[in-house]
């Protein structure tokens, strides 16, 4: 044989004793088939362009959200639109007024200053160094000359030309030219001489002041003012923002930034960015489940449906987002979850299916916001659902949730009435609730199916009494069928009281005892006329009879397909327990050495779960307490504890989850229960013989009012 052929049979006999099993390559396949799902979503809506650049592909919008440079532009377009505000100064005049003083008491200054007889030249250097104001030369002399009291006059005459004309008028500084002609028309109507006119023009020319002062505040308030008014563009789930051959603007290139939807690589950058999300989802919940729900990782079954409903969410999530995120079927993966494993283990899972919709979706916060509101909805109702009809109004509660979460969103964010648009996410957020629910109701049924998963409807459904194994137990084993209605009550309270599945608890104790419909008569529970046929055979075939009826119930059950899950109760309600009654007829028939323990023990196995523990003891407590011939409480409980100590003592227990605190809260809650069923009653008298007391009594008065 050749060295290749050599190792490849090699290679071939390491892949068969090493090969992955059924589980393990549907859990490789969803992994794969999730982080492509993830990548492909991610390399189609999120592309790397540049302004400039043509885009390679239709670009489509996944979220809602503000076209921010189109928002900004028209914000600057309204900005820009917005005249200057000014206010109104009421200190224009007194300013002009106090600056018109001043020039007198400068002048007032200079005429002091100067000696008698001074040169023009010394007078018009005084007059410029100290007063300042511009004047020909020869008027500055002639004002010079005139005696102080005149000079102190003009101040008042300014005063007066300035109430005249600038008190009655509006204006900016930009408009004072049409004010200083108006103030040189006043002082040429006063007909003074030509130095003292000049003197007036320049200084209120120079000293008037606008009585309408520019705001920065108010006019910024009112370009605030405008860009409120405005009505923000928005980006539509589903809406095309870049057609396929468009060249980009800057600003196209910035919503696209802003959406997230450019600048991630190519497609092999996106899956192997989606390998990683997948690698940390899946880290994420491997880490939650073995720390909140460790026995939900022994589950096979139901963690391969919860990577399928993960992975189907993922899927048809990815279909249906460019028509709108509020369609993605997030609450379709709680619903499903909540009713196959549990609620806070849906809980979990929306939280992490929401952190892919929100990262690798790009979708924004307000339809997560929704969604998972919406889910949490559909866990919380699916906890109150009876059965599977109720299932049928679903997309009420999750439908009314969501549109309640859509419309309270909009006007937080508004603060003001739902518009046109807000209407259109009501009805997509009905759409996604309808999708959702219908997901849910045609795939359920398949989940617990294919992956053999017992739900709360499907016991609902085996609970029936009509289901053809219940009606046949009803009515050829009656009182095999009372019995166990009595035991399903009993375990039903005790799983209650230490936390375990009530209602799989009730739906095994109908089934457990199914195989006694093949021998009826064989147990007392059905020997209505007395007459017990193990009487007349040995202990051992009597024994071999009543250990039968486990095979019988398995077999039974198995024909009429029931799940594994309440099989189990047929096959561990006795466990390894010695059938005491016919062993001890024996052994008192042929001696300790003639009767082996082992030919009249149950074959088991013993109970591996809580629940099928509490079956078995509250089986054989009913059973006892039933045989007591006097039912008094104190009496009851001692029986109840004898019980339970003999099947810890034999060992029954050993092999289940069960704890002593539990067995402690079971004793006390049959005893209770127990005290209820077979309570003392009082004794009736008889009628007939009350009826023949009272005519001998009335004979006995008619007797006596005859003598007298």
């Not at 508004?414 to 609730?433: E, M, T, Y």
Request: net charge negative.
């Amino acid at each position: 044989m050749s060295t290749a052929a050599t190792a490849w049979q090699r290679l071939e006999s390491l892949w068969l004793s090493h090969r992955p099993g059924r589980e393990s390559r549907w859990a490789i396949a969803f992994a794969l088939i999730f982080a492509l799902t993830l990548g492909i979503a991610q390399a189609t809506t999120i592309v790397s362009l540049k302004a400039g650049e043509v885009a390679p592909v239709d670009i489509i919008a996944t979220q809602k959200a503000v076209d921010l440079p189109l928002y900004q532009t028209e914000k600057a377009k309204a900005a820009r639109g917005v005249a200057p505000v000014y206010v109104s100064s009421t200190s224009a005049v007194s300013v002009g007024d106090s600056a018109i003083a001043k020039l007198i008491g400068e002048v007032l200054d200079v005429q002091a200053s100067l000696a008698k007889g001074s040169t023009s030249a010394a007078q018009l250097a005084a007059w410029q160094s100290q007063v300042g104001l511009v004047l020909p030369a020869y008027a500055v002399s002639q004002f010079l000359a005139l005696p102080a009291a005149t000079v102190s006059d003009l101040g008042k005459t300014a005063d007066n030309i300035y109430q005249a004309v600038l008190a009655q008028a509006s204006y900016k500084q930009n408009q004072l030219t049409a004010e200083q002609a108006a103030l040189d028309q006043r002082v040429a109507a006063y007909a003074l001489p030509r130095a003292e006119s000049l003197f007036l023009d320049a200084a209120l020319n120079q000293s008037a002041q606008p009585n309408l002062i520019y705001s920065a505040s108010e006019t910024q308030k009112a370009i605030s003012r405008a860009q409120d008014a405005l009505i923000a563009p928005m980006i539509q789930p589903g809406q095309l923002l870049v057609a396929k051959g468009e060249v980009l603007s800057a600003s196209t290139v910035q919503l696209l930034q802003q959406l997230g939807l450019v600048d991630r690589g190519s497609l092999w950058s996106a899956l192997w960015d989606a390998a990683l999300f997948a690698a940390a989802f899946a880290l994420m919940g491997a880490v939650a489940i073995s720390r909140f729900r460790p026995a939900l990782w022994q589950d096979r079954p139901r963690l391969l449906a919860v990577a399928a409903t993960s992975l189907l969410t993922v899927v048809v999530g990815r279909l249906l987002l460019p028509l709108s995120p509020l369609l993605l079927p997030l609450p379709f993966a709680a619903v499903v979850v909540a009713v196959l494993v549990d609620a806070w283990t849906a809980l979990l899972l929306t939280l992490g299916l929401a952190a892919i919709l929100a990262g690798a979706f790009a979708v924004g916060a307000a339809p997560v916001a929704v969604l998972i509101g919406e889910a949490v909805a559909g866990v919380l109702v699916t906890s109150r659902l009876g059965d599977q009809r109720d299932l049928l109004r679903t997309p009420l509660w999750l439908g009314g949730v969501a549109a309640f979460l859509v419309l309270a969103a909009e006007v937080f964010a508004l603060q003001a009435a739902p518009s046109a648009i807000v209407w259109s996410d009501v009805l997509w957020a009905l759409a996604g609730a309808l999708v959702s629910s219908l997901l849910t109701l045609g795939l359920l049924p398949f989940f617990e199916s294919y992956f053999g998963i017992l739900s709360p409807f499907r016991l609902l459904e085996f609970s029936n009494p009509n289901q053809p194994l219940l009606r046949r137990l009803m009515l050829e084993a009656p009182g095999t069928y009372h019995h166990s209605l009595i035991v399903s009550n009993l375990a039903v309270a005790a799983a209650e009281a230490i936390g375990a599945d009530s209602l799989l608890c009730r739906v095994g104790a109908y089934y457990h005892d199914i195989g006694k419909v093949r021998r009826p008569a064989f147990f007392v529970d059905n020997q209505m006329d007395q007459r017990n046929p193990h009487d007349e055979i040995s202990p051992r075939a009597s024994a071999a009879i009543v250990i039968r009826h486990v095979q019988d119930g398995l077999e039974l059950a198995s024909h009429a397909r029931l799940p594994s899950e309440i099989s189990s109760f047929i096959a561990e309600h006795h466990g390894t327990s010695l059938v005491s009654y016919f062993f001890h007829k024996a052994t008192v028939a042929g001696g300790e050495e003639a009767a082996d323990e082992a030919e009249f023990r149950y074959p088991g196995p013993r109970p591996q779960s809580r629940e099928t523990a509490i079956l078995m003891l509250a089986d054989s407590t009913e059973a006892a307490v039933r045989a007591m011939p006097s039912h008094q409480a104190d009496e009851i409980e001692q029986m109840v504890d004898k019980i339970l100590r003999d099947k810890l003592e034999d060992g029954q227990l050993n092999e289940s989850p069960i704890t002593l605190r539990d067995i402690g809260v079971i004793g006390r809650t049959f005893s209770r229960m127990l005290a209820g069923v077979y309570h003392t009653r009082i004794e009736y008298p008889d009628l007939d013989e009350l009826r023949g007391e009272r005519r001998a009594a009335r004979g006995q008065d008619s007797s006596s009012a005859r003598q007298r």
